[in-house]
């Protein structure tokens, strides 16, 4: 029974380029979750998807993100136009049902995007 | 509105000795709680959480952390460090009812010395 699967993990981009993180949820789940991690700070919510639907994406910047949750294949993460402030690791978690009480959350190993 | 607070961004610790790791929140409606812990280059991993049931909540690889509403606290303990506990660990919070987002704090790093 494979965890939540991330891809790549890790990806170097130079400035300008754009960056596409893949995230497979566990099977059963149907609630993705994209979290940024940087240096020295905990994890940042950023955006929460069911199928083909964006629930919550007040954490996201309003610029050059985007993600997505397609009725088939995984949940992905875009950057356009990646800055050096975009280095970070992305971690994706799942979950069987909605981003509320005790549902705990499976997390993926990361993404870590490099920006040169 | 929710936070956490981990104060101590290392804590150091000898093999054998108590490790105590603080997480403070801060919570408008009665709140979960969870501990993660993050290996090197790995994902979070659930090491407890507390649900509103048993105050003393124990969790995998000998951890375990009590919730204490008057200090609105729930501090990670485990009675000795092994060397393999060395990792970074993440306190997070959400509220118990309602739609909302987990949040995490910053981490504390353990450090575990032969």
Same mark, same amino acid.
């Given at each position: *029974?494979?965890?939540?699967?991330? *891809?790549?993990?890790?990806?170097?981009r130079r400035r300008g380029q754009e960056a596409r993180l893949r995230c497979s949820p566990m099977k059963g789940h149907s609630h993705v979750y994209w979290y940024r991690q940087l240096p020295e700070e905990g994890l940042k $919510?950023?955006?929460?998807?069911?199928?083909? *639907?964006?629930?919550?994406?007040? /954490?996201?910047?309003?610029?050059? $993100?985007?993600?997505? $949750?397609?009725?088939? !294949?995984?949940?992905?993460?875009?950057?356009?136009?990646?800055?050096? !402030?975009?280095?970070?690791?992305?971690?994706?978690?799942?979950?069987?049902? !909605?981003?509320? /009480?005790? *549902?705990?959350?499976? $997390? /993926?190993? /990361?993404?870590?995007?490099?920006?040169? | 509105?929710? =936070?956490?607070?981990?104060?101590?961004?290392?804590?150091?610790?000898?093999?054998?000795?108590?490790?105590?790791?603080?997480?403070? #929140?801060?919570?408008?409606? &009665?709140? #979960? +709680?969870?501990?993660?812990?993050?290996?090197?280059?790995?994902?979070?991993? +659930?090491?407890?959480?507390?649900?509103?049931? @048993?105050?003393?909540?124990?969790?995998?690889?000998? %951890?375990? @952390?009590? %919730?204490?509403?008057?200090e609105t606290s729930f501090h990670l303990t485990k009675p000795s460090a092994h060397m393999s506990d060395a990792a970074e660990y993440f306190c997070a919070v959400i509220p118990n009812s309602g739609y909302s987002t987990l949040? %995490?704090?910053?981490?504390?790093? +353990? +450090?575990? =010395? &032969?």
């Amino acid at each position: *029974n494979a965890g939540v699967m991330q *891809n790549p993990r890790h990806l170097v981009r130079r400035r300008g380029q754009e960056a596409r993180l893949r995230c497979s949820p566990m099977k059963g789940h149907s609630h993705v979750y994209w979290y940024r991690q940087l240096p020295e700070e905990g994890l940042k $919510f950023m955006v929460y998807l069911q199928k083909e *639907n964006i629930i919550d994406e007040s /954490g996201m910047p309003k610029e050059r $993100f985007s993600a997505e $949750f397609p009725k088939e !294949g995984p949940s992905i993460l875009r950057i356009q136009q990646v800055v050096r !402030g975009d280095s970070a690791a992305y971690f994706c978690a799942s979950s069987p049902s !909605g981003a509320a /009480g005790a *549902n705990v959350l499976t $997390f /993926g190993a /990361g993404s870590r995007l490099t920006v040169l | 509105a929710q =936070s956490v607070t981990q104060l101590g961004s290392h804590v150091s610790v000898s093999e054998g000795a108590l490790v105590l790791l603080r997480c403070n #929140y801060s919570s408008s409606v &009665p709140p #979960y +709680l969870f501990w993660y812990v993050q290996y090197p280059n790995q994902g979070l991993q +659930l090491l407890l959480k507390y649900t509103s049931a @048993a105050t003393l909540v124990k969790g995998i690889n000998g %951890f375990e @952390a009590e %919730f204490k509403k008057s200090e609105t606290s729930f501090h990670l303990t485990k009675p000795s460090a092994h060397m393999s506990d060395a990792a970074e660990y993440f306190c997070a919070v959400i509220p118990n009812s309602g739609y909302s987002t987990l949040t %995490f704090g910053k981490g504390t790093m +353990l +450090l575990v =010395s &032969p």
